[in-house]
């Protein structure tokens, strides 16, 4: 499938999810892994913040990814930090000559492989709540068309926030966020009854969840509460696919 045509299956995917009990991981969780598949970047992910407080993680497309998000919430420096700061996207920083500007988190992504990064802001109405960020493995640059893929990716999932635009306003998008972050915290807690009961990575954990959700079309943070309140048993998760050679 041509990128064309994957981006317009995704943007057909994430309005499929407009729908009146969507979930903003769901829809997040959309968001990062097709810009790994429509982009030229191996990793993604999305952390947002509720009204005048601090960034919190919500989704990305894998488990080191996840814990370098985490670690910019913690150092509080990081693409992801000063995009959200300053609502201006940072295109194309190589991490090596961005040490003087990150000195805790460039050699951090660096040691998890990564090269290069970019960050692109999640705005509403004039308001950044969030911030996109996407990693390399190699040097180089994205294309002018990269840059306007991935922006338009993050803007029609930061509509998606919100169900009804003209329900817009500061009560709303407060609720929002706090549900998509609670959500997040059941998530993180199912991983790690799966990871324990299946002796498997968190990697492997959330496959299992993102499988199980997929196979079910149930949303994501309700088979996790599932599996947090024992109704779901970890054994009982549908398991993944093979990965193809």
Excluded at 1 to 23: C, F, G, W
Excluded at 65 to 83: H, N, S, T
Excluded at 90 to 95: G, H, K, R
Excluded at 116 to 122: G, R, W
Aim: proline share 4%; with cysteine; hydrophobic share 45%.
């Amino acid at each position: 499938m041509s990128r064309e045509s994957l981006l317009i299956t995704t943007l057909v995917e994430l309005a499929d999810n407009l729908v009146d009990d969507y979930d903003v991981i769901d829809v997040l969780t959309v968001l990062v892994d097709r810009c790994v598949q429509t982009v030229a970047v191996d990793a993604a992910g999305v952390m947002l913040a509720r009204p005048e407080e601090s960034l919190q993680f919500v989704a990305s497309s894998s488990e080191s990814m996840r814990m370098l998000e985490l670690f910019q919430i913690q150092a509080a420096e990081g693409p992801c930090v000063d995009c959200f700061r300053s609502g201006e996207p940072i295109i194309n920083q190589a991490l090596d000559e961005g040490v003087e500007r990150w000195p805790q988190f460039s050699p951090r992504a660096m040691a998890q492989g990564f090269r290069a990064v970019h960050c692109l802001p999640m705005r509403l109405r004039g308001s950044t709540i969030g911030a996109l960020n996407l990693f390399r493995k190699n040097h180089g640059t994205l294309d002018a068309d990269d840059v306007v893929a991935a922006q338009g990716l993050a803007d029609v999932a930061t509509i998606a926030i919100l169900q009804h635009q003209s329900t817009l306003n500061a009560s709303t998008l407060n609720s929002q966020l706090s549900h998509a972050l609670n959500s997040r915290i059941i998530i993180e807690q199912a991983k790690g009854m799966i990871r324990q009961a299946l002796e498997c990575d968190m990697h492997e954990a959330f496959e299992r969840l993102r499988w199980h959700s997929r196979n079910h079309n149930v949303r994501l943070t309700t088979v996790a509460t599932r599996v947090v309140e024992g109704i779901l048993a970890p054994t009982d998760l549908d398991p993944t696919p093979p990965t193809r050679a």
